[in-house]
Nanobody, 120 residues
Framework: QVQLVESGGGLVQPGGSLRLSCAAS????????MSWYRQAPGKERELVAS????????NYADSMKGRFTISRDNARNTVYLQMNSLKPEDTAVYYC?????????????WGQGTQVTVSS
């Protein structure tokens, strides 16, 4: 059974930083492309950042470029999202997503989400 468990969310002031973590189990992590998405109230879920299984390719939404950094530690089966210079509009539930690029690239897995609130 694949499980993705996010952590690290919370309340932070504008301009502050947070680091989200997503621990994966039940999947061969080194084969997985990993992504972070977010969903704000009343809005659709949107891609924040993604990283290929090898870690060589990354992709960021335009509004996150230069502020957010995705990284992974295959030894810990964990993907991270470092978020700096946070803005109130970054407030959302952040979700981790995994796609096993070898076993079944058509299927993806989701975590339960972690709330990030940016407010003074």
């Amino acid at each position: 059974q694949v499980q993705l468990v996010e952590s690290g969310g919370g309340l932070v002031q504008p301009g502050g930083s947070l680091r989200l973590s997503c621990a994966a189990s039940g999947v061969t992590f080194s084969r997985c492309a990993m992504s972070w998405y977010r969903q704000a109230p009343g809005k659709e879920r949107e891609l924040v950042a993604s990283m290929s299984s090898t870690g060589r390719r990354t992709n960021y939404a335009d509004s996150m470029k230069g502020r957010f950094t995705i990284s992974r530690d295959n030894a810990r089966n964990t993907v991270y999202l470092q978020m700096n210079s946070l803005k109130p509009e970054d407030t959302a539930v952040y979700y981790c997503n995994a796609v096993d690029e070898v076993a079944d690239p058509t299927r993806d897995y989701w975590g339960q989400g972690t709330q990030v609130t940016v407010s003074s």
